[in-house]
């Protein structure tokens, strides 16, 4: 399975989980309308009945037992169903803010991106190195205050993606391991997991929210209670009360044991998965299959006792809380060890909590010295090489390496200066004013220094330098590594950021191809934005892929009369009735607008998509860089993460 | 039940889970300026970790001024431990008044050894000197610059928690007290830079 096909998979499994869901609910009201009914129909039973209503009502449906009264059932299934629509929704809202938000449920603290801590640096530059090779964007990395050694990925989209650590993975695992375990996560991205996963909390927290509200009536109606409205009321409506409340909480118990039982029917099997991605991405199965081992031998495995955590296990690394083997969202550890390693016997290694936390720097040390392990030549003897679109969600041991040496060649002083909120954007700032034309530099010097501080100018013109000798290559890389820390930039200090660049990219009066990029990615990454969960076929998208083609040929070809001729060939390929007409300049607003729609494109479909434009780009074939980023930009636009493209390596 | 009882019970799931969401939200605001403290903390780190070789590097030109140098390292092992404090809770206002002052002593402190220096024009020319002291007033204004970021985050939470329905509900959630903005007497560079445009 590609790429396409797991996204696609993610979405049949969310109709799966649907129907789950329904039939959970189902059952829930049958179960609440009977209890309900019950209780009712024995308290109606010791007096007669309170006014006409309920009188006539309990005539008319005379032939039926007493005791299950259909106005009461059709009464108790709409409080029920209410409950349930009203407790996901809102669990939905208040996840809407992305990964971000689950972190914070957690109590999450993020890494600093400038952090001088060695094992946090250590986790950084992993999730880093991966995020480049697998050309998705940089996620945040938050720490878990927990010695249990766990993971997890949380987030709605690319954009929007966490990744959070225990200490105890910092403290406990070596280098290859994390990148085991890191791996794993990104599998979990990359693969839809993530945004299902997120659809599942919300859904199932409207199940819960019945034990929930058992709970409060429970509480509210004990006979010792002697506090507000409970004071005037009799005793036996009290206990009623209490009655119904711990009725609820069976039912709201039963709620959730279905719930578990659909988190793990849809979890599970994405495990394994994500356990053979990780060996796939890292092509060393000793990484994470030590990671698991140190899970089985040590005292705290991946049991994790913070707030909230029970509600996200699904999204872990590892189980959460021990629960018996057919509730349990993960494979059991033994059955994940084996198939990563199958000539394992069974023994756990000692893992001892570790004395104090040490704040050394040995990290920098190991990671400079780190081999990269797996590179036995039989197993990788010359395949085909793979085409860009072919590697989309693909993850291999070229594209990491590409990604470290990426990585290495910024140079040292930009890597500093990405490092911090502060310099990062005049590291920005000066990526926007390279290519320009010496004049229009001029300009767009007078407008830093009106728009931004003093100090932020002068660093600016200190790293002007540097970054007019960084190879076009490394412009995008260089401005993804700065990614994570604007990312901490307040609202006000954000806005005043974006008005900034905005002014640099409008002072030549037209946008080039890096500068939209930049744009796209900038706001892509530090704007949320609401995901799209309607899908629609390629051939209602039409006219968008006709203006994104029309706009795209024109970019990238010269002349009108080669553009014509690329888009021919494209729309060949699409198999799509779209017409070539002429312009005289590219619009990017027109294609902002064609993405949108076409994010929207069903899975399966976008390989199709991406094809027939990178038929536009190597029409005249060759690749230059910029049309490499363009196609990387929208790739990324419609939530395809492209890696970087490896020298001499073909887009389809 | 009717149809009364009904729509009762829903505008009672309803507030519970509003007040829920209010909680949720008060939470996430906390965690938001605790994180963004972090920010902060890393930056004055690095400055403390930058004034000892500051000083040792001036120790060989200013015999005679040894008690400004005193003052600096005095000040600045206070601030240290000001940050430590202010670090455990962000926000609090004790410890945010505490680490405020410590660091405007530190400053002066700071602003006394650069007359000093002033008059040792041999000391200012030194390559070492020159390179910690870039570093340094870098330092500082990234400390401005993520101290600002702070201040938003804490704004936004003492806003929200003054708003009208939270208001009601931060105390029993455990909100009793607003955060505090951290306030340092800056350095005059930043205080004659023109206002916000950072």
Redesign the interface.
Known sequence: MNFFEHQDQARRNTKKLVGLFILAVLTLITVASVFISAVVYHYQASKPPVNQ?QASALEGYASLPLWLNPE?FM??A??VL??VI??SL?KW??LS?GGQ?VA??M????I?P???HGGEQQVLNIVEEMAIASGLPLPSVFILDSAAINAFAAGHNHHDAIIGVTQGCIDLLDRDQLQGVIAHEFSHILHGDMSLNMRLVGVLHGIL?IS??GR?LLHAGRPGYRRGFSRRRSNNKGSGIALVGLGLLIIGYIGSFFGSLIKANVSRQREFLADAAAVQFTRNPEGIGQALQKIGGFSHGSQLNQANTEEFSHLFFGEVSRFSSWMATHPPLPERISRILPQWGGQYPEVAQPVTIEENNSAYSSEATSQFSGENPAASSAPPQPTAIDSIGELGTEQLQKARQLLNDIPRRLKQAAG????ARALIYSLLMKDSATEVQGSQWQQLKT??????YR?TEQLFQTVQQLPAELMLPAFETCLASLK??????YQ?FKKNVMLLIRADKKVSVFEWCLYRMLTNNLEAKRPSPRLIDLKRASSACEDLLNNVCLLVQGTPQTAEAAFNKAANTLALKINYTAQQEPHFQHIDQALQTLRQVKPLQKPQLLKALACVIEHDGKITIAEQELFRAIADNVDCPVPPLLAGQALC | ??LS??IT??VI??A??YV??IY?RL??LK??F???F??IE?QL??RYDLIPNLVETAKGYLKHESETLEAVISARNAAMSGLKSAANNPGDSASMQQLGSAEGILGSAMGRLNVVMEAYPELKANQNMMQVSEELS?TE??VA??R??FN??VT?YNTYKQSFPPVFFANTFGHSNDAELLEFADSA?LQS??K???
């Open positions: 209503l009461i009464l108790t709409a409080c209410g409950t009203v407790g809102f809202m208040q803010a938000a914070e449920a109590g999450g603290r993020q600093q400038n952090t001088d929210a929930l509200i409060l911090d909120a502060f310099s728009g931004c501080h003093p100090v932020v660093h901490t930039l307040s609202e006000p200090q005043v | 039940m009717e009882s009904i019970w829903l799931i309803g519970v889970f829920i969401g949720n939470v996430a965690n938001r605790e994180n963004a972090a920010q890393v780190k690095r870098s204004n990234k610059f993520s600002q970021a938003d985050a936004a560079e830079a023109p916000i445009s950072f």
